[in-house]
């Protein structure tokens, strides 16, 4: 069974430019979330979708935002990009239902790794 | 809100030797606990997870972790460890689900550096 997939691995942008990512999750999962690593503030919750959903959000400005399509697979978008939106970017997805059971375990990708210049 | 905090930010020690990665959490509610372990260039992968029942718990790669709710710990050790172990930890927690949703909360990370 594939894992979760994230694209592009790499990615430069300069700031004021938008960066669309995206992450295919293992098949069957439902439950996708979007996080943000960074050195200084380690893993930062971004959201969570379940079924083209979006269920739950984090603590970040209206320029991070995300959708996920029928197939389960999602997008997260950063417009006006800033500096310090330089990051890891990691989704994950889980075989999570909400209002059935908690969040187990998640399977992580790779990550994106986002250079804002 | 839940919190996590991770006490050392860098353990480093001997091959061979014992490691203990030292988490705290914080919750007015029940919580469900997770260590993560990132290795270099990859996402997290699962190592143990605390949701009910016995308080020891045992992970993959010879890891266990011991939830005291008395002192709010969830610490994560190993009797002997590997060069194949450097990596960086992580300590999440998760709430009971209220209201059809929840997210995992992380500390900062430990980064773990074994030595020949």
């Known amino acids: 069974k594939a894992g979760v997939t994230q694209t592009p691995r790499y990615l430069i942008k300069t700031r004021g430019q938008q960066v669309t990512l995206s992450c295919s999750p293992i098949s069957g999962h439902r439950s996708v979330s979007w996080y943000q690593q960074t050195p200084g503030q380690g893993l930062q919750f971004l959201f969570e979708y379940f079924s083209e959903t979006q269920r739950n959000k984090g603590n970040f400005p209206g320029r991070f935002s995300g959708r996920q399509f029928s197939n389960s697979r999602s997008e997260m978008n950063v417009s006006t990009l800033e500096l310090g939106d330089s990051a890891l970017y990691l989704c994950a997805s889980s075989a999570n239902i909400p209002g059935q059971a908690i969040n187990e375990k998640l399977f992580f990708g790779s990550g994106t790794q986002l250079s804002v210049l | 809100a839940q919190s996590v905090t991770q006490l050392d930010s860098q353990v480093p020690v001997f091959e061979e030797a014992p490691v203990e990665l030292r988490c705290n959490y914080s919750s007015s509610v029940s919580v469900y606990l997770f260590w993560y372990v990132q290795y270099p260039n990859q996402g997290l992968q699962l190592l143990l997870k605390?949701?009910?029942?016995?308080?020891l718990v045992k992970g993959i790669n010879g890891f266990e972790a011991e939830f005291n709710k008395s002192q709010t710990s969830f610490h994560l050790r190993k009797p002997s460890v590997h060069i194949s172990d450097t990596a960086e930890y992580f300590c999440a927690v998760s709430t009971t689900r209220q209201g059809g949703s929840e997210k995992l909360v992380f500390g900062k990370g430990t980064k773990l550096t074994v030595n020949p």
């Open positions: 605390y949701l009910s029942g016995s308080t």
